[in-house]
Nanobody, 123 residues
Framework: QVQLVESGGGLVQAGGSLRLSCAAS????????MGWFRQAPGKEYEFVAA????????VYADSVKGRFTISGDYAKNTVYLQMNSLKPEDTAVYYC????????????????WGQGTQVTVSS
C-alpha cells in the first residue's frame, strides 16, 4: 500500500519561502515519478512540478519555473518542493502524487495521492 504524507504548508507573506515535504512509503520508488499539484479555491487541479526518482529529471509549470525546486532524498524516501518568492496566486492546497512508469505532467497518470497541505500567501 503506497502512502504519501505531505507536510510543511502554512501561512507566509508574499516574497517569502516554504518547503513542502512528501514522505513516501509502501514501495520501492525507483521507477516512479513524483509530482506536486495544487488546487486553489474554485479552480481545477494544476500541475506544479515533477521529478523522476531514479533519473532525477525534473519538469516545472511555467508559473513556478525559477521560483520552485523539486528534489528528493532517496535514503528518506522523501520528496521536497522548495518554494521561493511566493506570490498570493500560489495560495492553494498542494498535493504530492506518484506515478509508476510515467514521466510527465498529466494528472490522470498519477495513481497515488497524499492528503494535501494548505499554503496561504498573504499580500
Amino acid at each position: 500500500q503506497v502512502q504519501l504524507v505531505e507536510s510543511g504548508g502554512g501561512l507566509v507573506q508574499a516574497g517569502g519561502s516554504l518547503r513542502l515535504s512528501c514522505a513516501a512509503s509502501g514501495r520501492t520508488f525507483s521507477s516512479y515519478t513524483m509530482g506536486w499539484f495544487r488546487q486553489a479555491p474554485g479552480k481545477e487541479y494544476e500541475f506544479v512540478a515533477a521529478m523522476h526518482w531514479s533519473s532525477g529529471n525534473t519538469v516545472y509549470a511555467d508559473s513556478v519555473k525559477g521560483r520552485f525546486t523539486i528534489s528528493g532524498d532517496y535514503a528518506k524516501n522523501t520528496v521536497y518542493l522548495q518554494m521561493n518568492s511566493l506570490k498570493p496566486e500560489d495560495t492553494a492546497v498542494y498535493y504530492c502524487a506518484g506515478a509508476e512508469g510515467y514521466y510527465g505532467i498529466a494528472i490522470g497518470k498519477y495513481e497515488y495521492w497524499g492528503q494535501g497541505t494548505q499554503v496561504t500567501v498573504s499580500s
